[in-house]
């Protein structure tokens, strides 16, 4: 018997709280202040609520699963993208499925991912389509990783004290939810030349990032399939652009920004600088000489620029814009195909 397709409960927060004060200690996360190493060491830390651990989809009944729509690019979309992915952020909070002594998430043993793929299967309804089906298991490890990446940055964060000095007294405090030989570990690590020169080097590369957006914890394809819905037709990558890069009160994040939106927007009044799709499930269409490239310059390699986490060029999760021909081209030939499947069964 198959399982029942739901849609995702929502419970009050106090009922939520309530349950999250009964959970484990692995589920504590940050919601507790860590006890200061010195006394002159962590500023006070305002008491929060914590990191969001959707019961909901955890205590999810196993005859029943979450509906995940998906666009072209088999990228999560509409209400339950951001659901899905915050769940993602639990399962990269767990250490017995995501461990930290890994230094690496390509060297995090596969055998850790299958579990956690296996996990999002009882969970969610994943698309029969053996090329969705691998594109969305791609998708989902990879924003497990980004997650488990994110997760230990905030204990570097929280915890980390500099030099080596202090090195024995960060160890000796396991944050809530850590195993103590991972977390023993992955200080050590914090700890070698190589790991300080690297994280030097990264707050430099960060200082000097200006292409700030504003599209907060909803993908750049939920933004994206809102635009669609609304003017109904495709989104391209120029004009989603100013809808990430702009503040609340209508300004754009910096200067920069606000230069390469006004280029964007005159390349746009154009009628024939803009591309002909038929896209209309939130995948953002893009091209390499589209109006965004011409802009902001070529892509980097297995990259794509503005159109969210997860297509790469190679994928068969990437899609370019395609010409009316194009569309109708494809049209025949898988009509075609279908007919000669047709007659083989027969025969």
């Known amino acids: 018997m198959g399982k029942r397709k739901t849609k995702l409960r929502t419970r009050s927060k106090s009922v939520t709280l309530e349950r999250a004060s009964s959970q484990d200690v692995d589920e504590v996360g940050n919601q507790e202040i860590h006890e200061a190493f ?65 230094l690496n998430w390509k060297k995090v043993a596969e055998e850790f991912k299958e579990e956690c793929w296996r996990l999002v299967e009882r969970k969610y309804s994943v698309p029969a389509d053996p090329i969705a ?10 924003k ?17 004290i500099p030099h080596s000095r202090n090195k024995a007294c ?17 200080v050590e690590h914090w700890y070698t030349d190589d790991a300080v020169l690297e994280s030097d080097k990264n707050k430099e590369r960060r200082a000097k990032q200006d292409d700030l957006h504003t599209a907060g914890s909803c993908s750049f394809a939920v933004h994206a399939a809102k635009k669609a819905k609304t003017d109904g037709r495709p989104v391209e990558r120029a004009v989603l652009y100013p809808i990430l890069h702009t503040r609340k009160d209508g300004s754009a994040v910096n200067p920069v920004v606000k230069a390469k939106m006004d280029k964007m927007k005159d390349l746009l009044d154009d009628s024939s600088n803009h591309l002909q799709s038929s896209e209309i499930t939130g995948s953002i269409v893009w091209s390499t000489e589209d109006v965004f490239a011409k802009v902001m310059g070529k892509e980097r390699k297995g990259r794509i620029r503005g159109v969210g986490f997860g297509p790469s060029p190679s994928a ?31 025969m």
């Open 38 to 102: 010195t006394q002159d060491v962590q500023p006070p830390v305002r008491v929060t609520r914590g990191p969001s651990k959707y019961l909901d989809i955890w205590d999810l009944p196993d005859e029943e699963e979450i509906e995940l729509p998906l666009n072209s690019m088999h990228q999560p979309v509409d209400e339950g993208a951001r659901t899905f992915t915050g769940f993602l952020g639990t399962i990269a909070r767990k250490p017995h499925m995501c461990p930290i002594r890994f």
């Open 133 to 142: 089906y691998a594109a969305l298991k791609t998708f989902t490890l990879q």
């Open 170 to 186: 960060v160890k000796s405090h396991t944050p809530p939810g850590c195993i103590t030989q991972d977390w023993e570990i992955l």
């Open 316 to 346: 068969r999760s990437s899609k370019t814009a395609l010409t009316d021909i194009e569309i109708h081209s494809s049209q025949a030939r898988d009509n075609e195909v279908a007919q000669l499947k047709a007659s083989l069964a027969t």
């Open 144 to 160: 497990i990783g980004k997650s488990w990446r994110d997760h230990k940055s905030k204990l570097k964060k929280q915890y980390y």
